[in-house]
């Protein structure tokens, strides 16, 4: 089965600074999905990034990037200008391309950001 | 447009009790899921739904039942509740593409 490994449980960044959270993944399909959830106090799940493994761009959404690199099966996370509102759980998640259903999540990263 | 809605947002049982997570999305999805999250572990499958009437077993299904009721739907039972099924729990669906899935607000079950 498919594992994803977030190896910082807990990472801090100053307001206005760059930070990045890590994420490691073993499979042995080629074609899949990772994403990025942020999940802040209110515990709302809420999609911050997607990356479709097929695609060498890596994507990016504001002030979110990923570095996806494939070989390696590593999918860290990029926050820009960190924001107080950035402070969360961050989790990375990967899903299979032929089996939809199932999504693997790691054991998430808590951001904190200080102001 | 809600989204995936789950009642209730917390519930405290004691051992040997039983209760039913309702879930409810009005996005159109075909599929549905029930996570439990529990501290340091991420969130694990413990039931999805393909389709209306069809339902499969995830991770961590030991203890639970699902009912897929219609399309909008989908229910996690707790026959006999156990102090280890303390947890959050959430429901979550995806649409045709099963691309990203989409979360509620999760409940907060406690058994003592």
């Known amino acids: 089965a498919q594992t994803v490994t977030q190896s910082q449980p807990e990472m801090s960044v100053q307001e206005a600074e760059t930070v990045t959270l890590s994420c490691t993944y073993d499979?042995?399909?080629?074609?899949?999905?990772l994403f990025w959830y942020k999940q802040p106090p209110s515990r709302q799940m809420i999609l911050v990034i997607r990356?479709?493994?097929?695609?060498?761009q890596n994507a990016t959404e504001n002030r979110f990037s990923v570095n996806f690199q494939k070989a390696a099966k590593s999918f860290s996370l990029k926050i820009s200008d960190s924001q107080l509102g950035d402070a969360a759980m961050y989790f990375c998640?990967?899903?299979?391309?032929?089996?939809?259903?199932?999504?693997?999540f790691g054991a998430g990263t808590r951001l904190t950001v200080k102001p | 447009n809600a989204g995936v809605t789950q009642t209730p947002k917390f519930q405290v049982l004691k051992t040997g009790q039983s209760m039913t997570l309702q879930c409810a999305q009005d996005?159109?999805?075909?599929?549905m899921y029930w996570y439990r999250q529990d501290p340091g572990m991420g969130l694990r499958l413990i039931y999805y739904?393909?389709?209306?009437?069809?339902?499969d077993k995830g991770e961590v299904p030991n203890g639970y039942n699902v009912s897929r009721l219609n399309k909008r739907e989908f229910s996690l039972r707790l026959e006999s509740a156990a102090p280890s099924q303390t947890s959050v729990y959430f429901c979550?669906?995806?649409?045709?593409?099963?691309?990203?899935?989409?979360f509620g607000p999760g409940t907060r079950l406690t058994v003592t």
């Open positions: 990356q479709e493994a097929y695609k060498q």
């Open positions: 996005m159109n999805h075909n599929s």
């Open positions: 979550a669906s995806s649409g045709r593409g099963y691309y990203e899935q989409y």
């Open positions: 998640a990967y899903r299979s391309y032929g089996r939809k259903n199932d999504m693997r």
């Open positions: 739904s393909a389709s209306e009437g069809t339902t």
């Open positions: 499979t042995s399909e080629s074609d899949y999905y």
